[in-house]
């Protein structure tokens, strides 16, 4: 099995000199979920690291497969892949089906969502894309056990917590 490290370093290589919404090196994004996922171990942190790898880069998963990571990483990166022509809340949808999917898209949209990023944008797509990700919120922590949804927001959006105890409380 390939090691975080090569994840890493294959990561950092495949999205060189791409930036995010907000002009930030997109590694920095990537990295950002993979560490949310720490607690569930190094196939899933390294699926974070790669989660939008075959969406965003020239890489495929037959290539991924072939450089050594596991069917279960490819499988993970596959399940949040973005598919041309597929709606994003049936994408979500379709993610809570598998597991690890869910919580490397929990991940995801944390960091997403994280008020440091968010004020960067623009008001307009700042309300659009809370909206986004709030409804995709609903269906993906629905999908998922309370405690793994603290354990990664924790880490990676700790402001999501008061979302999650009202969640909770309801």
């Known amino acids: 099995m390939k090691s975080v490290n090569e994840a890493d370093l294959m990561a950092s290589c495949a999205h060189a000199g791409q930036v995010d919404k907000i002009g930030v090196p997109y590694i920095e994004h990537v990295r950002a979920v ?11 942190v390294i699926a974070g690291l790669l989660h939008d790898i075959i ?11 072939e450089e050594g990571f596991s069917e279960r990483v490819v499988s993970t ?7 041309k022509g597929v709606p994003y809340e049936e994408k ?6 598998n597991s690890d999917a869910t919580l490397v898209k ?3 949209n944390a960091h997403n969502s994280h008020p440091d990023r968010a004020a960067q944008l623009p008001d307009e797509k700042r309300a659009r894309l809370a909206a986004k990700y709030r409804a995709a919120r609903d269906i993906l922590w629905a999908a998922a056990d309370d405690r793994d949804i603290e ?4 880490i990676v959006n700790p ?3 008061d ?3 009202e969640r909770q409380a309801a």
């Open 55 to 65: 969406e965003d880069t020239d890489w495929t998963a037959k290539g991924l497969r």
């Open 106 to 108: 929990i991940a995801d």
């Open 159 to 161: 402001s999501l917590l």
């Open 151 to 154: 354990a990664i927001i924790t």
């Open 92 to 97: 979500i949808r379709r993610i809570m089906h």
């Open 34 to 44: 993979a560490a949310g996922l720490a607690p569930f171990g190094d196939e899933l």
């Open 77 to 83: 990166v596959e399940a949040v892949t973005n598919q």
């Open 163 to 165: 979302e999650l105890r």
